[in-house]
Structures are given as structure tokens and as C-alpha cells.
């Protein structure tokens, strides 16, 4: 409660906002250590007994579910990022290698013969020498 602003209310208005916003299995740990109803304590008391508290349960964990070593839970809309993610850069490299694959085809592309239509320049070809 130190921490939080009080805006300049009353002691006891804080401890009676403190207690009414608190679930109710803390507020029954609340009135067990409290001896009694915590809400019949003076705000002198209430504040004293929450310190006391405060010291010895800093370590306690309340109201949390045990959740199974190696689990991780992840958002569905996380799992969807991360796979369009995934998938955008699986096409990027896919579109890259089309591109690269294209550019060597061109390349190791000789033009054919124009005379007898074979895989081989005009220049070399051997119908065009023997009519000459």
C-alpha cells in the first residue's frame, strides 16, 4: 500500500479499499491472521498486520495454477506471426533461386544453327562447308 498513491485519503478508507479489492481466498487468509474479521481491526492494526504479512510471504505464490515443466504456452495469434513469417521467407529464397536458376539457363543457352537447325553456331557448321 506505501506504494501506491493515496491521494490524501484517510488510513482507514486505504486499508477498507486494499481489503475490498482483494480476491476472496486472500481476504479468508486475511481474517485467519487476523485472529478474527479483518475489517474490525483499527487501521493501525490492519496496517500492522499487513506488514507482518507482507514480510513472512514474500516468497508464496496464491491462486496460481502449476503449470508442467517444458510447457510453454504461446498466443494463437504469436503462432500465426511466426509461421507467416516463416512462410514469406521460404518463398523469398524459393523466388531467389528461380531467378538464379533462369539466369544460368540463359547463360549455358548456345543459339542453334540457322542452316541445319543443330547445337552449333553458323560459323561451325559442316553443311554449309561441304556446299561451299
Aim: some cysteine.
Amino acid at each position: 500500500m506505501r506504494k501506491c498513491p493515496h491521494h490524501a485519503l484517510p488510513e482507514w478508507l486505504q486499508v477498507q479499499i486494499f481489503y475490498n479489492g482483494l480476491s476472496p481466498s486472500f481476504k479468508a487468509i486475511l481474517d485467519a491472521a487476523s485472529g478474527g474479521s479483518f475489517n474490525l481491526k483499527t487501521p493501525e492494526e490492519a496496517l500492522e498486520t499487513l506488514e507482518l504479512m507482507a514480510k513472512s510471504t514474500v516468497n508464496m505464490q496464491f491462486d496460481r495454477q502449476n503449470r508442467k515443466a517444458g510447457v510453454l504456452e504461446v498466443n494463437t495469434l504469436d503462432v500465426i506471426l511466426a509461421q507467416n513469417k516463416l512462410l514469406t521467407q521460404q518463398i523469398t529464397d524459393l523466388t531467389q533461386k528461380l531467378g538464379n536458376m533462369q539466369a544460368n539457363k540463359m547463360n549455358t543457352i548456345s543459339p542453334g544453327c540457322d542452316f541445319c537447325g543443330g547445337m552449333h553456331q553458323n560459323g561451325e557448321c559442316h553443311a554449309t562447308q561441304q556446299e561451299a
